[in-house]
């Protein structure tokens, strides 16, 4: 096998090159399934021109990755969209587990079938130096202060999202703890 490459490459540079490629390209393309309705984007930015809109379910092939974008070719159509919308692998709709176990980004960004996992990113707790070291901002307060709604637009909004006002009885005083008693 070494040999019979060895002699393509030198007696055919270009056909082993392009057969390499071809091979690069396949090794590199990796089923997925979108998990949820998605925009594909004709660039890896929020802010590049729409390509068209995939329905969760679809599947494709990821052709490229960058950061936290995955380049996707569906059908006819090839753009962008957040890794975190995809399920890398193959879909086995009678398996239990985890679809794309078995392949390689499969294993790094998947599966998130039966997964309870919580993440944060890029968020860290307060120390003492930095509560030492904090001071007043009024004219952050007054920035914070503008994100405020008011109870009617809360109302409105809640009704817009099917909400409604529930209301509940209080429970009645609260236990005294220097009596022990618990009425």
């Given at each position: 096998m070494r040999r019979a490459?060895?002699?393509l490459f030198k007696f055919r540079p270009w056909l082993g090159m392009t057969l390499l490629a071809t091979v690069a390209a396949t090794a590199?393309?990796?089923p997925v399934t979108l998990e949820r309705d998605s925009v594909l984007r004709a660039e890896a930015r929020t802010d590049a021109a729409v390509v068209t809109h995939l329905a969760k379910g679809t599947t494709g092939d990821a052709v490229a990755r960058q950061g936290a974008w995955v380049q996707v070719k569906s059908g006819a159509v090839t753009g962008w969209l957040y890794s975190f919308?995809?399920?890398?692998?193959a879909v086995n709709p009678g398996s239990g587990s985890g679809a794309g176990a078995g392949s390689a980004l499969g294993r790094v960004f998947g599966p998130?079938?039966?997964v309870n996992v919580t993440a944060t990113i890029g968020i860290r707790g307060l120390d003492e130096e930095d509560l030492k070291q904090a001071h007043f901002d009024e004219n952050q307060m007054r920035q914070l202060d503008g994100y405020a709604a008011s109870r009617e637009q809360a109302a409105a909004q809640a009704g817009k999202s099917g909400l409604s006002a529930t209301r509940v009885e209080y429970l009645g005083?609260?236990?005294d703890p220097a009596?022990?008693?618990n009425p």
């Open positions: 490459v060895a002699t590199l393309a990796e919308n995809v399920r890398f692998g998130r079938q039966q005083q609260l236990a009596s022990g008693s």
